[in-house]
């Protein structure tokens, strides 16, 4: 009961349908089984009503596109109305589609990723910090990546991530003096749908043999993470044991982005 009494918002608590365990998914569940009121919000509302599903607790799905600033503050409204209070915002929200170096990276997609993985989590603390701020505490931990520090391939992911460290950084800063503080967790090579299933399918490999090769990449045991890996770190740095933790950008990588020359 790490978070009995909080109130907790989880963007992005549905998931890509897949074998595994989605990090928006394990961390709502979590959060619910450690005595928290959670709000499932995603963008597709059936996703989350089957999140909500699994969930042992207090709980209610709502559907938004946080890419909408007024998506967003109808988000703020629904859990204030609901629950009276925001303890912890959760932005679990990213989009690598169409991504590629800057000679084939598209216009479209490199605005669609920007919107999606940095824009979007602007838009959800704008609409819940006035809260958390009135409240004179808070938390809210953004999910960036590893690529924000790594090289990686994928352009537009990796400078989006990089934009939500930096937003990380300046938004505990700013808040400090409120009570609120503000975290970002780095996940490495995870085995969750999004990251497996779905690039298998689009590579056309075999779902075992695409998770192996990711295996092969990490330090720690060779094996990826799973989606309680990220829901374990969130659950810390929502609780009150991380009272005096803010501006911090947590590696969950199995030492991948320890690797240097």
């Known amino acids: ?29 979590t959060f619910a089984r450690e005595g928290a009121k959670v709000v499932l919000v995603d963008r597709r509302l059936d996703s989350a009503k089957e999140t909500e599903t699994m ?26 109305d609901t629950y009276g209070r925001i303890d912890v915002l959760h932005n679990n929200v990213g989009i690598g589609a169409g991504d590629g170096n800057i ?44 690529a924000s520090v790594c090289s990686v391939p994928l352009l537009a992911y990796k400078v989006s991530k990089a934009g939500v460290n930096a937003l990380t950084e300046q938004l505990a800063i700013a808040n400090a003096k409120y009570g609120v503080r503000v975290n970002a967790i780095l996940p490495g090579l995870m085995d969750t749908p999004m990251a497996v ?3 298998a399918r689009a590579t056309g490999m075999d ?44 590696p969950v990588d199995g030492g991948q982005s320890a690797k240097v020359g």
């Open 1 to 29: 009961m790490r978070l009995e009494g909080k109130v907790a918002i989880v963007v992005g608590a549905g998931q890509t349908p897949g074998e595994t365990m989605g990090n928006g998914r394990a961390t709502a569940i």
């Open 103 to 146: 000679a084939n990276v598209s216009e479209e997609a490199w605005h669609r990723i920007i919107d999606v993985n940095l824009t979007a989590m602007f838009n959800t603390c704008k609409a819940a910090l006035p809260v958390m701020r009135d409240q004179r505490a808070g938390a809210i931990i953004n999910i960036s990546s590893v």
């Open 197 to 199: 299933d779905a690039m």
């Open 207 to 250: 779902r075992r043999d695409y998770a192996q090769l990711r295996d092969s990449q990490v330090p720690l045991l060779g094996k990826q993470g799973t989606a309680w890996d990220v829901a374990n770190a969130a659950l810390f740095l929502a609780s009150d044991e991380a009272k005096f933790i803010t501006g911090v950008l947590l």
């Open 55 to 80: 969930v042992d607790g207090d709980a209610f799905s709502f559907e938004a596109d946080v890419t909408d600033p007024e998506a967003c503050a109808a988000i703020v409204k629904a859990t204030i």
